[in-house]
Structures are given as structure tokens and as C-alpha cells.
T-cell receptor, first 109, second 115 residues
Framework: DPKIIQKPKYLVAVTGSEKILICEQY?????MYWYRQSAKKPLEFMFS???????DNQTASSRFQPQSSKKNHLDLQITALKPDDSATYFC????????FGPGTRLTVL | GEQVEQRPPHLSVREGDSAFITCTYT??????FFWYKQEPGASLQLLMK?????EINEGQGFTVLLNKKDKRLSLNLTAAHPGDSAAYFC??????????????FGAGTQLIVIP
């Protein structure tokens, strides 16, 4: 059974729209993260949360907003989508080392 | 901030040969080091973590070397087989994999093992 679930696996959006990427982990970890992987840049850290509180933030744009409704959930809301936002977004969780989810591949047209 | 350089970006080896990948980092406070494997269209699979007190770690079919003096981390796949074909990423953290420890990734190495 998958321990880190990300939904959806693929997502196509139009420029200017808003989408929410879902992440749930069943590893019992207290910390969760978002990373982005695109063709243009290496894997980039975006956010880290611990016990549902923001611990670290690398994303410059306020269009990216993490949301944690439960300890094992960390969703990512992206508003005013741009074609440059096209990437695969990975959720991760950790107690010591970080384990990654399967990713959501976002394409913005 | 931390800069991680990974080389080579692409590597082709014949089955049975060794594949050697190296990362250098800049932050002397970096303390935790990781290697991940990513197969096409898949997520990142943790291969090994290395901590500052460890210089050499051996896994199944690979060896990881850490040289803190040179700020260098290496992955050596011994006797590579076609199933090793994937992208490999090093990752570095000053604070470990816990709540505060963002990972800084290298750009990745695309490894092809030719049968």
C-alpha cells in the first residue's frame, strides 16, 4: 500500500486558474515538505511543515500556499497559474530521512 | 546558500562496469548526505543516507564515499546492471531530514547501463 498519496497524478490547467495538489502520508511522520521538479531546474525545495506549522519557505511567490488540515495532510494551493509553473510537484515526509510521494505532474497551458 | 554540483550529467556504462557519480557542496555546515534514485516517471527512492561521522557506506551493489575535507560525496555503482538505469540525485542538508532540514539537490545524473 502506498504510504504517501498524492492526488491527482496528472493535472492540466489553463493559465490564470487555481488548483490544489493533495498530499497525505501514512508513515506517522511529523514533518512534511513540498518540492518541485522541472526540466529547467533541479529538484527545488518549496516548503516544510512540522506539526502543521510552517517551518521553512523557499518559494518567493505568494501564489503558492500550503494548507495543512490534519497532521498527515499537506496540500498545495496554486493560484493564478502560469505556464512556468508546469512541473512535477513532490510531497515528502520525514522522521529522519525524507521519503517522497509519487508526484503530481502539472501542465499549465 | 548551499550549492550542490553533481557530475556527470549523463553517464553510459556497459553491464558489469562501474558507474561513478560525484557531488560537491559548498556549505561547511552540511552534515547529512543522501543519494536518491529516480526511474522514469517515478518518484525518488532513497538509496542511502550518510552522516558526518561516516566516510564509507556500502549498500546493495553500491558504495558511498564522503570526504568532508573536500566537501565531496560520491556514489559508485559496482557491477552495474540494466536495472540500475535511472536518474541519480545527491542531496545535502545542514539539519538532517527532520522538520528543519530542507534538502539541496544536485542536478542529477542520467545513468544508462548497456546490456
Amino acid at each position: 500500500d502506498p504510504k504517501i498519496i498524492q492526488k491527482p497524478k496528472y493535472l492540466v490547467a489553463v493559465t490564470g486558474s487555481e488548483k490544489i495538489l493533495i498530499c497525505e502520508q501514512y508513515l506517522g511522520h511529523n514533518a512534511m515538505y513540498w518540492y518541485r521538479q522541472s526540466a529547467k531546474k533541479p529538484l527545488e525545495f518549496m516548503f516544510s511543515y512540522s506539526y502543521q506549522k510552517l517551518m521553512d519557505n523557499q518559494t518567493a511567490s505568494s501564489r503558492f500556499q500550503p494548507q495543512s488540515s490534519k497532521k498527515n495532510h499537506l496540500d498545495l494551493q496554486i493560484t493564478a497559474l502560469k505556464p512556468d509553473d508546469s512541473a512535477t510537484y513532490f510531497c515528502a515526509s520525514s522522521q529522519d530521512e525524507q521519503y517522497f510521494g509519487p508526484g503530481t505532474r502539472l501542465t499549465v497551458l | 546558500g548551499e550549492q550542490v554540483e553533481q557530475r556527470p550529467p549523463h553517464l553510459s556504462v556497459r553491464e558489469g562496469d562501474s558507474a561513478f557519480i560525484t557531488c560537491t557542496y559548498t556549505d561547511p555546515n552540511s552534515y547529512y548526505f543522501f543519494w536518491y534514485k529516480q526511474e522514469p516517471g517515478a518518484s525518488l527512492q532513497l538509496l542511502m543516507k550518510v552522516f558526518s561521522s561516516t566516510e564509507i557506506n556500502e549498500g546493495q551493489g553500491f558504495t558511498v564515499l564522503l570526504n568532508k575535507k573536500d566537501k565531496r560525496l560520491s556514489l559508485n555503482l559496482t557491477a552495474a546492471h540494466p536495472g540500475d538505469s535511472a536518474a541519480y540525485f545527491c542531496a545535502v542538508s545542514a539539519l538532517g531530514g527532520s522538520a528543519l532540514g530542507r534538502l539541496h539537490f544536485g542536478a542529477g545524473t542520467q545513468l544508462i547501463v548497456i546490456p
